[in-house]
């Protein structure tokens, strides 16, 4: 243990510790001069000491530690401050020559040390030493403060690094925002691993000499200590992390000594059994007084590891900082894996456990990293398991985390924990994990993937249970049926492709095995053991498309990532190696099960898009033309027997994708395809002689009007992908359109695959248009293009809900193609270009009030008519969706108005609150009422529009605070605005804006919003409760101070004259002349409002500039005031013996509420 300095007798010899005596050299800070010096008095014993300070430095051999070349000259690194800054390839050296000073003068040398992490704290001060020499612990304890001096305007702290009293002084204005640990940039990047290193290094060049003089450790321990107890933010993280550090090194000592103990007593007991009976010897001896040495040595160790575990860990792991918090965590779960004999118990466990319930999703982080590298090791995770008991519900609920690498982190640690203990997760709580497959975030569903694939599917599984179907796809065809099983349980089946793509990088081999999956839907029930059922064939059908897709393109599937990847040599080349092998195995299998299941449409449509992901090469090379007519045969058969959208369109991408000019069975495929369309229009003209009556009528018959409704169904769904302007479909398909405008009796089957069918004739017209086209040929295109847009326009008020949902999307459609052509005729464009005129832009806006914005009694009726189930819920929705997207495409791309973007706005909310009423109370508004919900939904939704650039959109945000502010006190009566304002409610409208300004503009809006409140007022109730709510928004993210502020409801106390005058003074170099009143009156909060007005144009360097005037005219700009950071109370420690999460969460290091009233 670190000795008391109780009595004199524990002092060292005054030769050796009167600092005041000697001469210190002078080291300078990296941003100012840190002076070490004694106790002098005159100035001319302070030159003195100086000069000599000069002459120590040149013969120093701490002095001259590196060089380092910069702009070809040589730059000597003085202090061990810059020698840190400047890297890790000088360290080892350097350390060895302080070791070196140490043993030559260790007062000088120490403090050399000392000043080092007083200026890795970024302290701009000074540090100034004195002998402690009192005889009484209570005169000890009484220096140990921290204050602020209003006669200098200095900021004090003075603790003990025993022998010593230190005192260090720093001016008010010390940015605690800015110190070396948390800089930016290159340069500082790599300072906190340097830092760290130079005390590993640090410690392992003094363990085998000067760690055990009762001097060198105890010194650094009280520095460490006692400035983790400073409430200045620099010096807590800084001394924090280097006593976490300290202590990690050691840990790594005692592991040595331990060991070289145990070699030790070995040798002992071998010697002794050799000499037994005899005389001692010297050798055994020397042995025992070697073993002796260890464990004297080591219970040193233990001293030092228990006095920096109780006088950091223990105050620091609740820190209200995070990255303290997250330092001491980190640390402690190396300790419990380097050292698990002396951390691995509840004593330890239990601070990682309480703190995986924090507040910040960086210590959750640390706690899970730390844990996983116990429970990766199976002889101690069989050590946890208390610990897994109390805190296993916890663990299981993180993979919710609203933090995605915390998710990730806790996945991995479940899959750990299953893995190395046994039986800990219950069935539930495995059926709960895999559902996180179906996640968006593609890294938690890898690594809920892992969790499926050795829980469930790895062939570990199969080694204990035999498979039932033997043979060569044994033990795959029982993964395969799991697989199958898992996902029908889910009852997600739109999700497969997510499915596979969670388990692609665990279990990519397994689902690439196309040979066993068609083997298996192919082969009768006595070849492969139990039959599948529909179900299961679906499903596996689904799986072997999700496979083909992925190993195909290489990329997880929309909505799952960002955007496409790009492919390295190495993946590209397998992307090849998998096509080719999918081509050549779907080639012969493909038509075979076509054949199979040529009567199911669903399965059918997911086969057919198995070709598009083919290498169409491998046809002509592997002479496999055979199995191409094959696969033409059955597509034809199949377009013949099926009416079934998902199918028709299916079978046409297939012909598509076939039918590239650039490959080599072009003329085959082209063929198959022209004799199919051949015989689908002559049965068409077929249907049309019949359907079309001489009196001017149609067939009424309802199997001609099926038959019709079929064929032209598979017209349509062909001519979307192929262009059949050669078979003059516009005319045919356009007379049902006209018949319907002038007589309206047609049946919706016939009308929608018509109104289809001339969209595309028109569509493929367009894009025949090129730059020599002449004249001539386009005025009849156009008046056919204003005759289908009348049409449309026409069917918007058609009886049928279908056909005018229909019409309305071909015409936005229609619109937006017409107003955006793309040609280098510019005579085609001005002919055929088209924008909507008022009227049908009205027309259109009518439209979505009424099938989108519907009134909740008008929904309800068509949800009774069509049947009220979630499915057609869910439809109807989809349906408002698909709606409402198309006209905001043509608001965004210019086609209407951009006024109408407005209205839009206005139904936004409404959509997803039906029966918002007005409710008015006796106090004003109900802010439990759906209106302001609405409203206040509204409104955060409208700030998310402005995007993640806080500098692009600040002018706006700041003229929405400035206005809202303004209206939010509009009418206030009293005197300066005391009582009531009518609006003060919309204050917590405009909250939902502040987390969009920059921190600068913050408080310049709260500066404004002191304007109507002059002075503190009783906002305790719940009238005044927008006010506050608005105020804490607006200091949310200002110092770990602020927090308090804001929970305790009152405003920030207004700091006093002389804290003014003292910064200004510290700014100025002179006394100021101003008075608070003056400091306080309205020209700074007129000069407050110009500058709100004009945020955004000023650059950040001015804004920093703005934001220091006004902390130098407006002290109530600075929450808290410098009251809190100069008050004479020592930062609150919790006791940590005892307590729960709960405890972690709340009872954090905060200064006492009596500091906030002064």
Not at 24 to 46: D, F, H, I, W, Y
Not at 261 to 286: C, I, M, P
Not at 748 to 775: D, R
Not at 1133 to 1145: A, F, K, L, Q
Request: proline share 3%; with cysteine.
């Amino acid at each position: 243990m670190i000795a008391e300095p109780n009595a004199a007798s524990n002092l060292p010899s005054q030769k050796e510790n009167a600092v005041h005596d000697e001469t210190v050299p002078e080291s300078p800070a990296q941003n100012g001069t840190c002076v070490r010096n004694g106790n002098l008095k005159t100035p001319r014993e302070k030159r003195k000491v100086r000069e000599q300070c000069e002459n120590i430095r040149r013969s120093s051999p701490t002095s001259r530690r590196v060089s380092q070349l910069q702009n070809g000259e040589v730059v000597e690194a003085v202090t061990l401050f810059e020698v840190v800054s400047m890297g890790k390839q000088a360290m080892q050296s350097v350390v060895v020559g302080w070791v070196e000073a140490y043993k030559q003068d260790r007062n000088v040398a120490l403090l050399d040390l000392i000043n080092f992490f007083i200026q890795c704290s970024g302290c701009q001060g000074m540090v100034t030493a004195e002998m402690f020499q009192s005889l009484y612990k209570k005169d000890v304890m009484q220096k140990m403060t921290e204050t602020f001096d209003k006669e200098t305007g200095l900021q004090y702290k003075k603790f003990m690094a025993y022998p010593w009293i230190l005192t260090v002084t720093w001016p008010v204005d010390m940015d605690n925002e800015d110190y070396p640990l948390i800089r930016t940039g290159p340069y500082w990047k790599k300072f906190k691993a340097n830092f760290c290193e130079f005390i590993a290094v640090l410690v392992q060049q003094c363990q085998c000499s000067i760690l055990y003089d009762n001097y060198l450790m105890d010194a650094i321990i009280s520095l460490l200590t006692g400035l983790a107890d400073s409430m200045v933010r620099a010096f807590r993280h800084t001394s924090t992390l280097a006593a976490m550090k300290l202590l990690t090194a050691v840990v790594s000592v005692h592991l040595n000594l331990d060991v070289n103990k145990h070699n030790a007593q070995k040798l002992y007991e071998v010697e002794k059994k050799r000499l037994s009976g005899k005389r001692t010897s010297y050798r055994l001896d020397q042995l025992e007084r070697k073993r002796k040495e260890y464990e004297h040595k080591l219970l040193e160790i233990q001293n030092m590891m228990n006095a920096i575990f109780k006088g950091t860990f223990l105050n620091r792991y609740r820190d209200v900082i995070p990255e303290i918090r997250a330092t001491c965590i980190e640390e402690i779960g190396s300790w419990i894996k380097t050292y698990p004999d002396a951390f691995l118990n509840d004593s330890y466990l239990k601070y990682v456990g309480w703190m995986l319930y924090d507040k910040q999703a960086e210590v959750r982080l640390k706690c899970l990293l730390g844990l996983q590298g116990i429970y990766s090791r199976k002889e101690l995770a069989s050590r946890m398991d208390l610990f897994t008991n109390r805190f296993k519900d916890r663990i299981v609920s993180m993979p919710l985390d609203k933090d995605h690498e915390v998710a990730v982190q806790a996945m991995k640690l479940l899959m750990l924990m299953s893995q190395n203990c046994e039986d800990v997760l219950s069935a539930e709580d495995c059926e709960m994990l895999y559902q996180f497959v179906y996640t968006t975030h593609r890294p938690l569903a890898v690594a809920a993937g892992e969790f499926l694939y050795k829980r469930l599917l790895s062939h570990k599984r199969d080694k204990e249970v035999q498979p039932k179907g033997g043979g060569k796809f044994g033990a795959s065809t029982d993964q395969l049926k799991r697989l199958i099983d898992f996902f029908l349980e889910s009852e997600l089946h739109k999700h497969v492709a997510y499915l596979v793509d969670s388990l692609w990088d665990w279990a990519g081999k397994f689902l690439k095995d196309w040979e066993c999956m068609t083997t298996l839907l192919l082969k009768n029930a006595e070849e492969v053991g139990e039959a599948l059922s529909d179900a299961q064939e679906s499903a596996l059908i689904e799986i072997i498309l999700a496979t083909v897709r992925e190993a195909a393109e290489g990329h997880p599937p929309v909505g799952r990532g960002a955007a496409k990847k790009i492919l390295s040599v190495k993946e590209k080349k397998i992307q090849l190696e998998d096509c080719t092998k999918i081509t050549e195995h779907f080639i012969m299998v493909l038509p075979q099960l076509l054949a199979k299941y040529s009567t199911d449409a669903q399965k059918v449509a997911s086969l057919l898009q198995i070709p598009q992901y083919y290498n169409l090469d491998v046809y002509s090379t592997g002479h496999l033309e055979k199995h191409l007519d094959a696969l033409l045969r059955e597509i034809k058969d199949i377009v013949a027997k099926h009416s079934d959208t998902s199918v028709l369109e299916a079978s046409s991408r297939t012909y598509y994708v076939l039918c590239r000019e650039e490959i080599a069975i072009y003329s085959q495929v082209d063929c198959a395809r022209t004799q199919m369309i051949d015989e689908l229009m002559k049965q068409l003209h077929q249907l049309l002689d019949c359907f079309w009556q001489k009196e001017g009528g149609f067939c009424t018959d309802a199997g001609e009007i099926s038959r019709m409704h079929s064929t032209l169904r598979r017209v349509a769904a062909f001519h979307n992908a192929h262009d059949l302007t050669k078979w003059n479909l516009y005319d045919k398909t356009l007379r049902f359109l006209v018949f319907e405008t002038e007589h309206g009796s047609l049946p919706v089957p016939i009308i929608l695959p018509a109104l289809q069918c001339t969209y595309f004739s028109l569509l493929w017209q367009l894009a025949a248009v090129s730059e020599n086209s002449p004249k001539e040929t386009l005025f009849p295109l156009r008046r056919q293009l204003r005759h289908f847009s009348q049409i449309c326009t026409c069917f918007l008020h058609h009886k049928e809900k279908d056909v005018r949902e229909k019409a309305f999307m071909i015409l936005c459609d229609w619109l937006l193609i017409l107003s955006h052509l793309d040609s280098n005729n510019e005579e085609a464009v001005g002919l055929l270009g088209y924008l909507p005129n008022t009227q049908l832009q009205e027309k259109l806006f009518s439209f979505i009030q009424e099938h989108v914005f519907k009134d909740g009694e008008e929904e309800k009726k068509d949800l009774t008519e069509e049947g009220n189930n979630d499915t057609c819920k869910l439809d109807d929705l989809h349906k408002k969706r698909s709606l409402l997207a198309a006209y905001c495409k043509l608001i965004v791309y210019n086609v209407v108005e951009m006024t109408a973007a407005a209205e839009i706005y206005k139904y936004y909310v409404k959509l997803f609150q039906t029966h918002a009423e007005s409710q008015d109370s006796s106090n004003g508004v109900d802010f439990s009422s759906p209106s302001f919900a609405n409203i206040k939904e509204l409104a955060r939704r409208f700030s998310l529009t402005f995007g993640w650039d806080q500098v692009k959109s600040r002018e706006s945000i700041a003229m929405i605070h400035k206005e809202g502010i303004e209206f939010a006190f509009q009418g206030a009566t009293g005197v300066d605005g005391k009582c009531l304002p009518p609006n003060l409610s919309f204050l917590l409208i405009i909250s939902e804006f502040s987390n969009k300004l920059l921190k600068p503009d913050k408080r310049l809006v709260y500066s404004y919003l002191r304007r109507y409140i002059t002075e503190p007022l009783p906002c305790r109730g719940d009238k005044w409760q927008p006010l506050v709510w608005y105020r804490n928004s607006l200091l949310a993210n200002e110092d770990e101070e602020s927090s308090v502020l804001g929970s305790l409801g009152e405003w920030p106390p207004v700091g006093s004259s002389k804290t003014s005058s003292f910064k200004r003074k510290l700014s100025n170099g002179s006394l100021p002349e101003t008075s608070q009143t003056e400091a306080g009156s309205k020209a700074p909060e007129q000069q407050c409002v110009s500058q709100l007005s004009s945020a955004a144009g000023k650059s950040r360097k001015r804004l920093k500039s703005q934001k220091m005037h006004l902390q130098e005219h407006l002290p109530f700009l600075c929450p808290g005031g410098l009251h809190r950071k100069y008050c004479k109370d020592e930062v609150k420690r919790e006791d940590v013996s005892e307590g729960g999460p709960e405890d972690t969460i709340e009872d954090v290091d905060v200064v006492g509420t009596d500091q906030l009233r002064h």
